[in-house]
C-alpha cells in the first residue's frame, strides 16, 4: 500500500468515526504507561485530564492486549487519545493511530520526550492536560522502517547497541543522564561497519559507527536530526558518522545536540522521501528506542498521516507538501 492510498484510508476512517462519535465529543481515551519514568498513574493523569474540560475513558490496563490493541478496541467511544508516557509509548500507539485516524495527544512522562520536545508540549503534566483538551491539531509525518512506524528515528550501529545498554532500571534511577552512562558502556566496545545507503539514484558507501535516518527533530534525550530537519517536511534526514575512534565522536557531541554535525567531514549526510540501507552482514534496526526490524532495511515517509494537540503558541511549518 502506498501513501496515497493509506491517506484515502485514513481519510475515509476518519469521516465514518466522525459521523458515529458525534455524541462523544471531548471524550478521551487515555493511556498511561505505569512504568514510565515519572510515573504513569491513570487516575493521576485522569483528574488532570478532567481539570482541563475531557471526559477520559480508562481501560484496564492490566488485561492482556497492547497500546495499539486498545485504540483499536475504543476508537468508536472516543474523539482522541491521550498517550502518558514516553517515545515508546507513542511509539507503540503509531500504527492504531495510523488506522484509525484518530488525533492524539501526549502527558510526557518518559525519559527522552523527544517527539513532546519537537512539539513544544511542555514537561508539567497539567500544562499538558490542557494542550490535550484544548491544543490546536497538527498534521506532522510519520516514517516506516520495513513498514514499522516511528515519530523521532530509527538507526543502527551504535544507536541499537546504545538501546540494548539503557535499561528500564538506569532509565528511572538516572534519567536522562542513564543516556551518558549507557553511552560510556558502549563507546568502549564500539566497532565501525559497512553501509550502502540508496536514495533515489544515487548509492554512497559508508564505514560508519552509527547512521541515523530521522523523521521528527529530536531524539536521544534532546539530540537533533538536523538544523532544518522538521516532523512535517515530508523528508527523511540521514546522517552517517565516519569516526575514526572514540574521541572522534566525543569532539562531535556538542554539534549532535545543535544539529550541525553536518558541517563536519566526519558526517555524511543526505536526504529524501525513501532511503534504503544495506549491510554486509544483518544488524538490528532500532525506531524510537525499541529495536523493531533488521537490514536491509527501506525506510519511507508517510506525509502528514496523522494529528497531534500541540500548543497554540507552537511554530507552523511552512514546508510545503514534497510532489507526487
Do not use: Q
Request: charged share 25%; aromatic share 4%; hydrophobic share 40%.
Amino acid at each position: 500500500m502506498d501513501a496515497g492510498e493509506r491517506r484515502l484510508m485514513t481519510d475515509a476512517a476518519a469521516a465514518a468515526r466522525a459521523e458515529a462519535a458525534a455524541g462523544v465529543a471531548g471524550r478521551a481515551l487515555l493511556l498511561a504507561n505505569p512504568r514510565s519514568r515519572s510515573g504513569g498513574d491513570p487516575d493521576t493523569v485522569a483528574g488532570l485530564l478532567r481539570d482541563a474540560g475531557l471526559n477520559p475513558l480508562c481501560p484496564d490496563l492490566s488485561k492482556p492486549g497492547g497500546t495499539a490493541d486498545l485504540i483499536r478496541a475504543h476508537a468508536a467511544e472516543v474523539d482522541r487519545v491521550v498517550l502518558a508516557g514516553g517515545d515508546g509509548t507513542m511509539n507503540a500507539a503509531a500504527p492504531a493511530l495510523l488506522e484509525t485516524g484518530l488525533p492524539f495527544a501526549i502527558i510526557p512522562l518518559g525519559t527522552g520526550n523527544d517527539l513532546a520536545r519537537t512539539l513544544g508540549i511542555p514537561e508539567d503534566p497539567a500544562e499538558a492536560a490542557r494542550i490535550a483538551a484544548t491544543g490546536r491539531l497538527r498534521e506532522i509525518d510519520v516514517g516506516l522502517a520495513n513498514d514499522v512506524p516511528f515519530f523521532n528515528v530509527a538507526s543502527l550501529g551504535f544507536g541499537v547497541d546504545l538501546t540494548r545498554a539503557l535499561t528500564g532500571d538506569a532509565k528511572r534511577r538516572w534519567g536522562k543522564l542513564g543516556y551518558a552512562v549507557a553511552g560510556v558502556r558502549v563507546l568502549a566496545r564500539m566497532r565501525p561497519f559497512s553501509a550502502a545507503i540508496r536514495c533515489g539514484d544515487t548509492v554512497v558507501r559508508s564505514r560508519t559507527v552509527h547512521v541515523a535516518v530521522g523523521n521528527g527533530r529530536h531524539y536521544g534525550g534532546g539530540m537533533t536530526v538536523g538544523e532544518r530537519s522538521e516532523i512535517d517536511d515530508g523528508r527523511l534526514d540521514v546522517f552517517s558518522l565516519e569516526v575514526g575512534g572514540v574521541w572522534s565522536l566525543l569532539r562531535l557531541l556538542p554539534s549532535l545536540r545543535r544539529g550541525d554535525h553536518g558541517r563536519w567531514h566526519e558526517v555524511l549526510t543526505v536526504e529524501g522521501s525513501e532511503v534504503e540501507i544495506r549491510t554486509r552482514r544483518r544488524r538490528s534496526v532500532n525506531t524510537d528506542g525499541e529495536i523493531t526490524t533488521r537490514t536491509p532495511v527501506v525506510f519511507r515517509v508517510l506525509h502528514r498521516a496523522v494529528r497531534v494537540h500541540v500548543p497554540e503558541s507552537e511554530a507552523v511549518s511552512e514546508t510545503t507538501p514534497p510532489p507526487g
